[in-house]
């Protein structure tokens, strides 16, 4: 099946710092990537729609800018948290979609971030 | 009222037994309905894809009924490997997909 790579694959920081998490498809290519956040015991919620070249789509409570979304290319989308605070720590997950409305999306192996 | 409600679990049960999750959710239009399983600090990975007609793969079944907008998952001879937690995954319209909290079980020896 198809891959999905994240980087880094878990990340320590102090408060007040950003955080850029890279997310890869490997061997295909993404129109559309998907930014979820796992809080622990909880499920994955969505964070945002990136399709490439265009400008990302937030769900609400989530904000635009502190959680920086680019996705420049077919294979690259990448997530900036801005000014990070200890309750930004989680689980980010990426997944990726192929071009056609049916592909189904693969998940990247998370980025475990925790910001003391 | 949230959009996918599952079994708050856990489920501890011995090894070779039956064990069912159930799933309902909100959306009428909701379009594609799958099962993730979801390992400790891992990512999702997607399980079985769930149809009308109902779907079996080796011991797993699935089962959606639309009328009463409820997906279940059965889980014949558990192995020890099928601990995890369960996510009743739901596509809307938009292409989105929608998790539940999952439900976490726990086979024993």
């Known amino acids: 099946g198809a891959v999905v790579s994240q980087h880094p694959s878990w990340v320590i920081c102090k408060s007040g710092t950003s955080v850029k998490i890279e997310c890869r498809s490997l061997?295909?290519?993404?129109?559309?990537m998907f930014w979820y956040r796992q809080f622990p015991k909880q499920s994955l919620m969505l964070m945002a729609t990136s399709n490439e070249g265009s400008k990302a789509t937030y769900e609400q409570g989530v904000e635009k800018d502190k959680f920086l979304i680019n996705h420049a290319s077919l294979t690259l989308s990448t997530l900036t948290v801005t000014s990070a605070h200890p309750e930004d720590s989680s689980f980010y997950i990426c997944s990726a979609k192929g071009t056609a409305s049916t592909d189904t999306q693969y998940f990247g192996p998370g980025t475990r971030l925790t910001v003391l | 009222r949230k959009e996918v409600e599952q079994d708050p679990g856990p489920f501890n049960v011995p090894e070779g037994a039956t064990v069912a999750f159930n799933c309902t959710y909100s959306n009428s239009a909701s379009q594609s309905f799958f099962w993730y399983r979801q390992d400790c600090r891992k990512e999702p990975k997607l399980l079985m894809s769930v149809y009308s007609s109902g779907n079996e793969d080796g011991r797993f079944t699935a089962q959606l009924n639309r009328a009463s907008q409820y997906i279940s998952l059965l889980i014949r001879d558990s192995k020890l490997s099928d601990s995890a937690t369960y996510l009743c995954v739901v596509r809307g319209s938009a292409r989105q997909l929608t998790f539940g909290s999952g439900t976490q079980l726990t086979v024993l020896p």
């Open positions: 061997d295909f290519q993404a129109t559309t």
